[in-house]
């Protein structure tokens, strides 16, 4: 679908004006347009006529409402045209904005019972059809683009709307669109409520015409959901339901701490963006267009950290069907559809660190579920028939993936990249156009990742503690065996004396060293290694984390290397495409700095750990949105580093792992409130100037209430649970039975 449009038009005098997503602001004295959970209401205010449109998607619904109000201010009776505009998409977006010679001839529509159906295909293999009502009497209507806008002319003034008549056109061929036109007389301070339906209907094949064997599309099943909703009382009904749902949802998790931008991203914003990631990946948003990549293979798997607590089950089946794209020897392809839930063959596998997060959301799954049985479901590998094994196996296949792939320094060899996409070490691209993800020159025996090796060390000690709840002794000491091991190689090849290692090129040179000029420091191993727990005993995690603060941390957040890339370098790939201070070359890509966050904890400093949290959290950085221009409620992918001419600039808002991993930062590890395999923990490092705050957790069916309260400056914790003094900082299960659970965790 494309834009979406209500037009107004003042009869008496002819002007009109826009009040929609692309208003025309000049004819306009107000204009606001305000988001909630799952909806948006645009109000404008132009020659005394007032608009409130509200849009929503109602719970379980294919449809999309508008409800408009309008109001007249004015002293006088008012005459006025309402035009409606929605531009139909030909249902394949990539076609539809490149094969004109044929889709300029397939375009369908009908108008029934003053209802707007758009069939483009329909009369061939396509079963499903859009369709557009509208709760009032109409004037008139328009289904073809040029008819209503009118030759030369665009969406800013369309012709129909200037002459305040439709031109009760029928597309065939050409653009297909829908506009009703309603005229209404208001009186003064008079209001009135007009609903508009945009929908979508997938039939069964045997019943695509009514009649059968006719070319009409069968309207049957559509009919009482239009019937329904274009009733005002069953539109307030849907939005309640709606409204209550996401009560409910981000109700599982409140605080109230003494930071404001951290109560509203935790209690709302961010929870918001978990479930938008959850749903969409990286598919469908302004700044993606839809048609390029499906579900990212570790994209998908990070989402879920953010996510899980609030629909479980949605987590479940998300892990099946990525778990089901597996490959046999372990590997994952990169992406797979959402439609079809399989592997996108385009892009392939070899992005070495993707199986690895798969453990990590199973870890995340079984902790906040506590349903051990999902590991015995058998799930196949490449969607293959037959080719079940337990999930469990799944997640062995996964790490024994990196232990099959150790390079020259016994580190995990790198594939086509980990999870910096852009860091391809074999891809030596000298042509231009051609695509880093997919572009293999060299063998990839050489190149290594000191990242994937932090990220194993994490995944593994998973996986000792999921083998341990299995009573699988064996497994679990093997895990322990190669997760320590790993350890020791990373000391050995990883550890550059002041930070961590980022990689070994394909001529087996260090990347991420104070012996490189450029790229001598690299943000992502010192999270994942610290992270997974190396150094935090021996002081080395601080000393890495030290040069974060250093080398790395901007007022904006923490770039993700320096020196930046200078120059495209044939043997680093996409990483040197970029303009210094942009994405991957030292970008602030927020992605990366939760994980700086939970090493800080890691390290006990609660201070370090939530400065870094407010430096790129949206909502405080709502005081400098000149600069920021992004919303001050969402994550973006990125902030433009210092290297770029306007640091402090973000791009890229709403689908980004930034969501769930700053989430997980601030809920589990600055917050301190985090599930385990046995119960709920509660470690808080906050900053030491909090005197504590207070949260609600529901887990496991439990209703947690939670206050934190500070005795002194440390981070020692001591739990009284219902009054009683609890062990350790992990709340054991309580009784079948129970519901609610007063918790007092004291900290000093
Ligand atoms: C994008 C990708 C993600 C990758 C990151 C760093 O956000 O979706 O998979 O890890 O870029 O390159
Ligand atoms: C580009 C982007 C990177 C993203 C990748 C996904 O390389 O720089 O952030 O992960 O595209 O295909």
Not at 557 to 581: C, K, N
Not at 642 to 665: C, F, I, Q
Not at 722 to 746: H, M, S, W
Request: net charge negative; aromatic share 12%.
């Amino acid at each position: 679908m494309g834009g979406r449009y209500i037009y107004l038009r003042d009869n008496t005098d002819g002007k009109f004006w826009s009040t929609s997503w692309m208003p025309v602001r000049s004819a306009l004295d107000e204009y606001t347009c305000r988001h909630g959970m799952g909806y948006t209401i645009i109000r404008s205010v132009s020659r005394q006529i007032e608009a409130e449109t509200c849009y929503f998607v109602p719970v379980g619904e294919n449809l999309e409402i508008w409800e408009l109000t309008l109001t007249n201010l004015r002293k006088t009776t008012a005459d006025i045209s309402i035009f409606s505009a929605v531009e139909f998409c030909l249902w394949d977006a990539s076609d539809d904005s490149t094969n004109f010679q044929r889709n300029f001839s397939t375009g369908q529509v009908e108008f029934v019972d003053e209802v707007i159906y758009h069939k483009t295909e329909y009369r061939e293999r396509r079963d499903h059809y859009a369709y557009f009502a509208c709760s009032e009497k109409l004037a008139g209507f328009d289904t073809q683009r040029e008819a209503f806008l009118g030759r030369y002319r665009g969406w800013d003034s369309p012709a129909v709307v200037e002459a305040g008549e439709s031109s009760d056109s029928i597309a065939y061929g050409w653009q297909p669109i829908g506009s009703h036109h309603i005229k209404v007389q208001l009186k003064t301070g008079e209001s009135k409520q007009i609903v508009f339906i945009l929908g979508y209907q997938e039939n069964p094949k045997e019943a695509k015409f009514d009649p059968p064997g006719s070319q009409v599309i069968n309207k049957k099943p559509v009919k009482r959901t239009i019937a329904k909703y274009l009733q005002p009382k069953n539109v307030e009904a849907a939005f309640d339901v709606l409204r209550d749902y996401w009560i409910e949802l981000l109700g599982k998790f409140q605080v109230n701490t003494p930071d404001e931008h951290t109560n509203r991203m935790v209690n709302i914003w961010n929870a918001y963006q978990c479930m938008i990631t959850f749903n969409l990946s990286r598919s469908a948003s302004y700044f993606e267009s839809g048609i390029g990549r499906g579900m990212g293979f570790r994209d998908s798997n990070q989402d879920l950290l953010g996510f899980v607590h609030m629909i479980p089950e949605s987590a479940r089946e998300r892990i099946m069907d990525l778990a089901a794209t597996q490959l046999g020897n372990g590997g994952a392809f990169h992406q797979y559809q959402p439609l079809t839930k399989r592997g996108n063959n385009d892009v392939g596998s070899g992005f070495n660190d993707d199986p690895a997060w798969l453990v990590l959301a199973v870890a995340a799954y079984l902790k906040e579920t506590g349903d051990w049985a999902i590991l015995d479901a058998p799930v196949p590998y490449e969607n293959e028939h037959g080719s079940e094994t337990p999930l469990y196996e799944h997640l062995q296949r996964s790490l024994q993936y990196t232990l099959d792939r150790l390079g020259p320094n016994n580190l995990p060899l790198i594939g086509r990249a980990d999870w910096n996409d852009c860091l391809n070490l074999n891809c030596f691209s000298d042509t231009p156009g051609q695509s880093f993800q997919t572009t293999t020159n060299k063998e990839g025996r050489v190149a290594e990742s000191v990242f994937i090796a932090g990220l194993f060390v994490l995944a593994a000690k998973e996986m000792v503690e999921i083998a341990r709840h299995r009573q699988n002794k064996g497994d679990s000491a093997k895990m322990q065996q190669a997760a320590r091991q790993m350890e020791e190689t990373v000391w050995k090849s990883g550890w550059d004396g002041e930070w961590f290692r980022r990689a070994y090129d394909d001529f087996g040179h260090v990347l991420g060293s104070k012996d490189n000029e450029e790229g001598q420091i690299f943000i992502e191993p010192q999270g994942i290694c610290i992270w997974a727990g190396l150094g935090v005993e021996d002081g080395r995690a601080k000393k890495a984390l030290d040069s974060v603060a250093k080398y790395l941390a901007t007022p904006h957040g923490i770039v993700l290397q320096q020196p930046a890339f200078s120059q495209y370098y044939l043997h680093l790939g996409e990483i040197s495409s970029y303009p210094p201070g942009y994405k991957e070359n030292a970008g602030i890509f927020c992605h990366t700095n939760p994980w700086i966050m939970i090493a800080e904890t890691k390290i006990g400093r609660g201070d370090q750990a939530h400065d870094y949290y407010t430096r790129i959290n949206p909502s405080k950085r709502e005081e400098i949105s000149e600069l920021h221009k992004c919303e001050p409620y969402v994550y973006s992918q990125m902030i433009a580093g210092r290297d770029a001419p306007t640091p402090g600039e973000a791009k890229n808002s709403w689908l980004s792992g930034t969501a769930a991993m700053n989430y997980v930062a601030i809920t589990q590890a600055i917050l301190g409130i985090q599930p385990q395999y046995d119960g709920l923990e509660i470690k808080p490092v906050i900053p030491s100037k909090w005197q504590g705050f207070e949260a609600i957790r529901h887990f496991r069916g439990v209703r947690y209430e939670v206050s934190v309260i500070r005795k002194g400056t440390g981070n020692r914790v001591s739990l009284l649970v219902e009054g009683k003094n609890v062990p350790g900082t992990v709340i054991p299960l309580p009784d079948q039975g129970v519901r609610i659970l007063k918790v007092t965790a004291y900290i000093g």
